[in-house]
Nanobody
Framework: QVQLVESGGGLVQAGGSLRLSCAAS????????MGWFRQAPGKEREFVAA????????YYREFVKGRFTISRDNAKNTVYLQMNSLRPEDTAVYYC???????????????WGQGTQVTVSS
């Protein structure tokens, strides 16, 4: 069982930056791939980025490449999402998730956090 708690969301102006954190419980954090998803009002939850358990492999949706960076610190049981050059369309609730494979599909992840709100003003 893995429990995930996100933090770092907030209100930022377009062009600004935020860093989201996701703290995980348990002693096997490095065995889990981690993903970030987001859900805007009235839209489905969508994949943003993922990172393998070792941190060697990363994947990004096209619309965040070059702006967002996913990373992890296995010693701290934490995964991060550094978000730069934020746009109003990045406004959403951001969720972290843990799974056994580095995947882009929601159903590949078994554990989810409660989400953190990111609002980007124009």
């Amino acid at each position: 069982q893995v429990q995930l708690v996100e933090s770092g969301g907030g209100l930022v102006q377009a062009g600004g930056s935020l860093r989201l954190s996701c703290a995980a419980s348990g002693r096997t954090f490095s065995s889990y791939a981690m993903g970030w998803f987001r859900q805007a009002p009235g839209k489905e939850r969508e994949f943003v980025a993922a990172i393998s358990g070792s941190g060697i492999m990363t994947y990004y949706r096209e619309f965040v490449k070059g702006r967002f960076t996913i990373s992890r610190d296995n010693a701290k049981n934490t995964v991060y999402l550094q978000m730069n050059s934020l746009r109003p369309e990045d406004t959403a609730v951001y969720y972290c998730a843990a799974g056994m494979t580095t995947a882009t599909r929601r159903d590949e992840y078994q554990y989810w956090g409660q989400g953190t709100q990111v609002t980007v003003s124009s």
